[in-house]
């Protein structure tokens, strides 16, 4: 096969890949383009890395074992927490990583464990708001490199938090309160705050959260007749500015505001986003800011990045699964062996994939049906006419 051939297959080859593989064979060339490095993380960490950042985690529960030296240890639910320990990050030198690794988490469905590919990077150190807008931006690039019917959410944690927290609330409400605007839920919102006395015209601005969303421009300038303080001000203005740095990178093409995304308040700060496709009712992928939780492990400096759903993105759909073969090509029982070793040889230097058959396999799938006859290759459409 000549280089030219070479190329085809190649090319052919990655448009044939299903969705989480297409990820990991071009992300890893997209990530590393900005600088990001590849961190491998063993399979185990001790079990007490956990156990103190549980908040952290998607569920409350760890598969455990007990290692040859007495450590308990865990196999690994969480990428990040490790990244964070193992960071030499700082003000003056930042670290960009990526990875490609399998977490084993509880899967609240089930009643089980399940193990989850994941692929992600991070950005740890001195963060300015271009920092953010290049991890965001490689978020929206991660998702439209998969598939183009995509959404990425964005937020700013500011926002609902300091809202909540000018009105003074016992912390068992504050929490509730962010769960109900975490799920859009408008007539729990108004019911609850009535129950625990937030004033009416209060009550007005905290319902209309869940309905912040939508264009970024739009819906940005709905949310500042909401600002009471200067903390919601500047969360407003920083995602102003990173949404225009977006643009300014071609990256801001289906990417919208919605306000009510709100992380947890001990480990996440600043931007935040959430991921989707189309066809899929999940987000599958998730980041944002959690310059908390560095400081959880005494570390001053700051940190973005996110998470990209590997088991989620495999169950789309391509264009490919609707065909077994690219190519069928049929001859006579006649038809030298020569020929037909040519022919097939042949059909897939053009980069196809290519099944020789006497006559056609029942249910065979395949985007072209050729004729072989004396050498020559006739391709023939489904209806039953050929040309050459």
Same mark, same amino acid.
């Given at each position: 096969?000549?280089?030219?051939g ?29 600088g =990001? ?12 890395? =956990? ?6 985690l ?27 320990k ?9 670290e ?33 708001? =271009? ?102 001000q ?16 071609? *990256?801001a093409?289906?990417?919208q ?36 939780a ?36 049929? =001859? ?39 004729r ?10 489904q209806?039953?006419?050929?040309? *050459?």
């Amino acid at each position: 096969m000549n280089r030219k051939g070479k190329r085809v297959d190649m090319a052919n080859r990655k448009a044939k890949l299903k969705p989480a593989e297409k990820a990991t064979f071009e992300l890893r060339a997209l990530y590393e383009q900005f600088g =990001y490095r590849k961190y491998k993380m063993g399979k185990f960490e001790e079990y007490g890395l =956990y156990a103190s950042n549980m908040d952290f985690l998607s569920g409350d529960k760890v598969l455990t074992f007990t290692d040859l030296d007495g450590r308990l240890m865990a196999l690994k639910p969480d990428v990040t927490l490790s990244i964070i320990k193992d960071s030499d990050a700082d003000l003056q030198s930042s670290e960009k990583l990526y990875y490609i690794e399998n977490v084993y988490r509880e899967d609240r469905e089930g009643n089980n464990f399940v193990e989850i590919e994941q692929m992600g990077l991070e950005y740890l150190g001195n963060v300015d708001d =271009y920092g953010i807008t290049e991890v965001v931006a490689l978020a929206v690039r991660t998702l439209k490199g998969i598939d183009k019917n995509y959404i990425l959410e964005i937020s700013h944690m500011s926002f609902v938090t300091e809202l909540l927290k000018d009105l003074g609330l016992k912390y068992d409400d504050y929490v509730h309160m962010l769960n109900l605007i975490r799920s859009k839920n408008a007539p729990g919102i108004v019911k609850v705050a009535r129950k625990i006395g937030v004033p009416e015209d209060r009550i007005n601005d905290i319902r209309e959260i869940p309905s912040l969303f939508g264009p970024v421009k739009q819906t940005l300038k709905r949310a500042r007749k909401l600002v009471i303080n200067q903390e919601m001000q500047e969360g407003l203005d920083q995602l102003e500015r990173v949404t225009d740095g977006l643009r300014a990178m071609d *990256a801001a093409d289906n990417v919208q505001i919605d306000l009510s995304i709100v992380n947890d308040t001990n480990y996440y700060n600043g931007i935040i986003f959430k991921g989707y496709f189309e066809e899929l009712a999940k987000h599958v992928l998730a980041g944002g800011q959690y310059d908390k939780a560095m400081a959880k492990f005494g570390r001053t400096t700051g940190a973005i990045g996110f998470g990209l759903y590997l088991n989620e993105v495999s169950l789309l759909r391509t264009e490919e699964e609707k065909y077994d073969v690219d190519a069928l090509m049929l =001859y006579g029982a006649k038809e030298p062996i020569a020929n037909v070793a040519k022919a097939i040889t042949s059909l897939r230097k053009q980069g196809m994939s290519a099944r020789a058959e006497r006559s056609r396999p029942k249910g065979l799938k395949c985007r072209k049906v050729y004729r072989l006859k004396d050498g020559v290759l006739t391709e023939k459409n489904q209806k039953g006419s050929q040309h *050459a």
